[in-house]
């Protein structure tokens, strides 16, 4: 009377007393559908064991080709960045993607310092946005010059900072208040303030200085935001300078219809301009668009190829999307624009890889960009 060993060989067990015996037929019949059984399950283990060992192959694989990359990097380009950055072999390395270990030290390196800001400026700069904080803190009611400084500051209010702190990476659970890195984050853009008043703070701005907090010291991060905000494109949307964003729409708009030209005349003919999706993806250099490890990525060749990649990225997350995006009304391409769904960065620069930035008459970006300023 000893229980089945298993639920499948309940068909190997006799029947109970009160029953009809089994027919031979019947039991040579369960006892084969029992080894069938069986011989699926071992044969799903061999499989899945197979798997498993090609999943840590691949990983073993990855780790070693991380490990090697770093080393080349360390070892032989950023000793001599300036005559190894733009060698065929350092940008075929770049494309691939650049070693966690090293990220920082190049993005810094890409981005510069032609503001020539040093980290005691930086500390001093810090300071005074507490200082500030304390002072509206004190009297909301103040007159002081520091005060009416602070208020005439475009978007400079510190509830819209702290808003957006709250908003930024959510899911790292390191920037909302609380974490390890929501005073430093706020350091970085009140001192950005600070040093920009007349740029302020910007809806935006948080998932930029996050982007380069997480690979970099404070000091270090907040000279890269600082001379990264200050490049033309950046500057231009930063300050919301509506006729320096429409000639980027149009130059934008230009690459978009020589690649998908299709496309292209359906958003033309639903009035879904690149006002209502780009701002967002160039704000936050599509670091808030995407997950961490794409956005990563994209940052990666932003900086070595410039603002062109930014919108060459554009197009490629189109082009990636586009055969839904041909079916869709308005409303719902609008939003997927708005909302994209998660994809690797595999899947996505496969397609960035076959954007050509080269329109009609053999114009590049700079070129069709120069001439929409000219005219």
Known sequence: DSEPASTTALILEHRPSNLPKKSAEESEKHRLEYEKMIQRARRNEIKDAQKRNRTAKELRKHEETVASASTKWTRDILPNWETMRNTANTRTMWWDGLPPSVRGKVWQLSIGNDLNITEELYGILVARSHEKLRSMHETQSSCSEDTVSLSADRENSVDLIRL??????????????????????????GAYVCYRPDV?????????????????????????????????CQLAFFRLNEEMMKIYFAAFEVFFEENLPQLFARFKQHNLTPDMYLIDWVFTMFSKALSLDVASRVWDMYCRDGEEFLFKTAIGILRLHEPLLLTMEFIHAAQLLTRLPTFTHHKLFVHINNVTMVSHGNRRWKDVLALLSRD
């Open 164 to 189: 957006d702190i709250s908003r930024t990476f959510h899911n790292l659970c390191i920037f909302q208040e609380g974490g390890p890195y929501h005073e430093v984050l706020h350091d970085i853009l």
């Open 200 to 232: 302020g703070y910007v809806q935006g701005m948080s998932f930029v200085a996050a982007m380069l907090l997480l690979n970099m010291e404070p000091a270090k991060a907040f000279i890269s935001f600082a001379n990264l905000l200050n490049q033309p």
